[in-house]
């Protein structure tokens, strides 16, 4: 057993599909330096036995992985506290430095910065260099260090936390910066809820998580504060990591500060224009656009995005010839439903290890019906591809067992109450931690009837079911996440020798408002007599770039556990019975 996806992906290296041969990519050691950003310099070729060698034509990144023994890395961290300065050195080129700056010798003293001389792979030697302790919680976590010509390194294996963590309040606002010079900046104009990360922003699309970390080791204390403050870098690098930062934090609390003309950090304007002019700028920062009056220029660069071919990209289920009838967009709300026992949460399960494959993705899951052990071995399975239990063909080994849920546990999290039903508020504030603390970009929510009974008795179901998709809606539209949401039929009337009907949108149980309000609508429909299974998209909100209505065949293969596409069966609605 190998999975070719996995193995190249804990390299940062993203391959469209894994047949053997020889694919071309983007390199995780240089693409995202180099001015030709989009070039796939990176060759690799997949050998039949799933195993996969690379080497890249700009950098030499040479490498390999995969094959039959290959297993994922079950990351267990561990992180190394570096030793405190015994006698931090701060001389008055130090201090000189930092005045050039606009910051004070009391400042410089506060945040506990130093003179140190650290040994650089970038230059090879020793250098002077200025030192940035990390404290959280009484005790030192990470020391970054910085030269003179913009060098950085960090303590080998430091615990992920935020520069200045302590000062994160409950109730406060939080300001959030792109260096540690920022943040010392916001201190000398008067602000003292302030952090920033210790990566800076990406220059280039991001191939891990690693520089969002500390949002997972704060993100208790982060999910209290008040607002959040962006005040990242004003350019390119700077706007990527503020729109990732509201996406996680949610845009209803994310507030833009936004420097003056000519100023990229909060550092340039408090030298340019002093304490004054930055505090009114964290003042006057604006609340992320979400709802309410506008003009057309608040939207301006979203529509030259999308005008040149950089907004919103639909994204495949990995499913190739579902691409036709269906893709979707984060921030969208998905409806899928079927007839009990026709494939609807294991279709969508296959499509959450896909895509996780595909692009990494991550996913949250409600689904008390079917309980989370047996979810996990579901899961198992169509990682796998062999059956978790004793059959007809060979069951996978307790050590395939152990591997997949070793790649699981990265990419696919449980939502649940034990001791309660819970409501659809309940539930997306554990969706909100689970976007802020794991990244995570998809919510399943399966399925809703177990939602449903928490109705309280003053609503209609209509109106229940209304509300509900509303507030998915909004959380979708503020963390840019798509929900999934699965909804049983109606009972339905058979037709001709006992066969089941296909259900349609409007047969969904409790309101019409799941076919109205939806961005796409998916039926899925298993013909037991052809042995097959329909997946049709009933509704496309964005066609023809989510696709168009339509249904395409699957066959559901036993011995692997899986649905596989059958080649060339895509048709529109209506050109036949379906």
């Known amino acids: 057993m190998t999975d070719t996806f996995a193995a190249l992906a804990e390299h940062h290296i993203r391959l469209r599909d894994a047949k053997p041969g020889n694919h071309k990519t983007l390199c995780p050691n240089c693409s995202s330096s180099r001015r030709k950003k989009n ?41 190394r506290k570096p030793q405190r ?55 030192l976590r990470n020391v970054k260090y910085r030269t003179a010509t913009k060098m950085f390194r960090q303590e080998k294996e430091p615990e992920p936390v935020f520069f200045n963590a302590d000062t994160i309040g409950a109730g406060e606002d939080l300001i959030i910066c792109e260096g540690e010079i920022d943040v010392m900046s916001m201190a000398e104009a008067g602000f003292h809820h302030i952090v920033s990360l210790p990566n800076g922003a990406p220059s280039g699309p991001e191939t891990s998580e690693k520089r969002y970390e500390p949002f997972g080791t704060h993100w208790e204390l982060i999910l209290k504060v008040r607002r959040v403050l962006i005040a990242s870098d004003m350019d390119g690098p700077g706007e990527a990591l503020a729109q990732e930062i509201a996406r996680r934090v949610g845009k209803d609390r994310s507030y833009r500060v936004k420097m003056p003309s000519g100023c990229k950090d909060a550092n340039e304007c408090l030298v340019q224009h002093g304490a004054e002019a930055l505090r009114a700028c964290v003042q006057n920062a604006e609340p992320w656009p979400i709802e309410g009056l506008h003009d057309i220029e608040d939207f301006a660069i979203d529509v030259h995005d999308l005008y040149n071919g950089n907004g919103p990209k639909p994204l495949s289920t990995g499913f190739a010839e579902m691409d036709k009838a269906f893709r979707y967009i984060p921030g969208q709300f998905i409806a899928v439903t079927g007839i009990p026992n026709h494939g609807k949460s294991r279709w969508v399960d296959q499509v959450a290890v896909q895509t996780a494959r595909l692009r990494n993705e991550k996913w949250g899951f409600f689904s008390p019906e079917t309980g989370e052990a047996n979810h996990i071995a579901d ?108 909804i049983h039929p109606t009972k339905l009337k058979a ?55 339509g249904s395409v065949s699957l066959q559901f293969i036993g011995a692997d556990r899986r649905f596989e596409a059958v080649p060339d069966s895509f048709k529109t609605l209506g050109s036949d019975e379906r």
């Open 39 to 79: 070039d796939p310099c990176l060759s690799v070729t997949v050998k039949a036995d799933g195993s996969a060698v690379w080497n890249c034509h700009h950098c030499n990144f040479t490498g390999g992985a995969g094959g039959q023994d290959y297993r994922p890395v079950r990351e267990r961290r561990t992180y």
């Open 85 to 139: 300065e015994p006698a931090p050195q701060r001389p008055d080129t130090l201090h000189a430095w930092f005045e050039k700056r606009g910051i004070s010798r009391d400042t410089v003293t506060g945040f506990g910065i130093y003179k140190s001389r650290q040994w650089f792979p970038q230059s090879e030697k020793e250098e002077d260099c200025i030192a940035f302790p990390y404290e959280w919680d009484g005790e």
């Open 379 to 486: 899961l198992c399975e169509i990682w796998c591809g062999q059956p978790f239990f004793e059959g007809p063909t060979p069951r996978m080994s307790e050590a395939e067992m152990m591997t997949a849920m070793a790649w699981l546990n990265e990419r696919i999290f449980l939502l649940g109450a034990v001791d309660h039903t819970p409501s659809i508020d309940w539930l997306l504030e554990r969706a909100r931690a689970a976007v802020l603390r794991y990244g995570v970009t998809n919510i399943v929510i399966d399925p809703y009837n177990e939602i449903e009974a928490s109705r309280p008795d003053k609503l209609t179901e209509t109106e229940f079911i209304s509300q509900l998709i509303s507030k998915c809606k909004l959380f979708a539209k503020l963390h840019g996440c798509t929900i999934w949401m699965i």
């Open 495 to 549: 037709q001709g020798e006992g066969k089941e009907p296909i259900p349609g949108l409007y047969d969904l149980a409790g309101s019409a408002h799941w076919r109205n309000k939806a961005d796409a609508g998916i039926v899925v429909y298993r013909d037991y007599e052809e042995e097959v299974t329909f997946v049709i998209s009933k509704k496309i909100r964005r066609q023809p770039m989510c696709g168009r209505p």
